[in-house]
């Protein structure tokens, strides 16, 4: 998160003069596909399905999502980096996909730094940490007692490798309690885990997880992110309760390595295009995603300090996935 702020200031603007200043004008000729390498419905679906239909617009050629879910995202992600270096293929990527599954799967199958274009950085949101209505655990002080009871807590994640997985190691290292992590193919499964009092708690992003809270049927006791979150103003960061606990979700746009420059110009200005509409910024705002901030030349330096400081809290958690 301290790499996060020091480019955020450096870096304000998501194009670049860097980039060649040709265009080539047949580009695009067809549809372009971006594929979300989680299912239907999730948060980072969601944001790509925003930023899409504003690309759509601006590159005067549909922009198709596909849903490519499995493995932390390593699914989906493998199959942009195979696919042709022709600007037609591209990954709504994560801090999952792009940081975290480095770090806890000893044969991914990619490098996100190798092998991917990053293109624009799309947005970030803390998480929130919620429990069932009916939970016992009133406080986040409550759920760390119980966490140190003899049978511990269970918490439950949108697979191994997203940022409430590792959110519940860290939890769980910075406490000293028994969290028990579930992964569940989707977002959603896992709050269904947490309605259904299968699992005691979850870490996920406001979008998904404020339409039960707004319902009755969920409770917030904490917030990943230090500064807290715009949407959930009344939710105190968990930082307040458990030192130095500060984490962030995170979306960025990538492509095959090896992109021509004039292909790679485009989508990032349509991208930077898409992120000035007044749509995506009052669907992120009521969501409570902040827009971008790192800009096209930043964007190599941001992954590796990200890969950095998430390889550091797995390596903590001893989080690997076989």
Same mark, same amino acid.
């Given at each position: ?38 299912? $239907? ?6 944001? $790509? ?19 490519? @879910?499995? $493995?932390?995202?390593?699914? +989906? ?36 730094? $190798? ?81 259904? +009092? ?50 962030? @979700? ?73």
């Amino acid at each position: 998160m301290r790499h996060f702020i020091k480019l955020l200031a450096v870096s304000l603007t998501v194009c670049s003069t860097g980039l060649a200043t040709s265009a080539l004008a047949e580009f695009p000729e067809r549809a372009i596909k971006m594929v979300v390498p989680f299912g $239907a419905g999730t948060s980072t679906d969601l944001v $790509a399905r925003a930023i899409g239909d504003e690309m759509s617009k601006s590159l005067g050629q549909p922009v198709v999502i596909e849903n490519r @879910a499995g $493995a932390g995202g390593s699914i +989906g992600t493998q199959e942009v980096v195979a696919a042709d270096p022709d600007g037609y293929t591209l990954s709504m990527g994560t801090v999952g996909t792009l940081a975290i599954n480095k770090a806890i799967y000893p044969n991914l199958p990619y490098d996100p730094q $190798a092998d991917l274009t990053p293109l624009a950085f799309i947005g970030y949101t803390p998480t929130l940490l919620v429990v069932n209505a009916d939970s016992p655990y009133q406080t986040l002080d409550d759920l760390i007692a119980a966490s140190k009871g003899p049978d511990g807590v269970v918490f439950a994640s949108a697979g191994n490798g997203t940022s409430g997985h590792l959110a519940g190691e860290k939890l769980k290292v910075a406490t000293g309690g028994d969290m028990i992590h579930v992964p569940f193919s989707s977002g959603a499964e896992g709050l269904t885990a947490v309605l259904s +009092g299968e699992v005691d708690f979850m870490f996920y992003h406001p979008v998904a997880a404020l339409p039960n809270i707004e319902a009755g049927t969920m409770r917030a006791l904490g917030v990943s992110g230090k500064a807290g979150s715009p949407v959930a103003p009344d939710v105190k960061p968990i930082n307040d309760t458990v030192e130095d606990f500060d984490l962030i @979700a995170w979306w960025l746009v990538a492509g095959p390595v090896n992109l021509p420059d004039d292909v790679t110009q485009k989508l990032v200005s349509a991208l930077g295009d898409s992120l000035e509409t007044d749509s995506v910024k009052a669907h992120f705002k009521t969501n409570g995603i902040q827009l971008g901030g790192i800009g096209y030349d930043g964007l190599p330096e941001f992954v590796a300090s990200e890969i950095e400081e998430w390889g550091a809290i797995a390596e903590a958690a001893k989080a690997r996935v076989e």
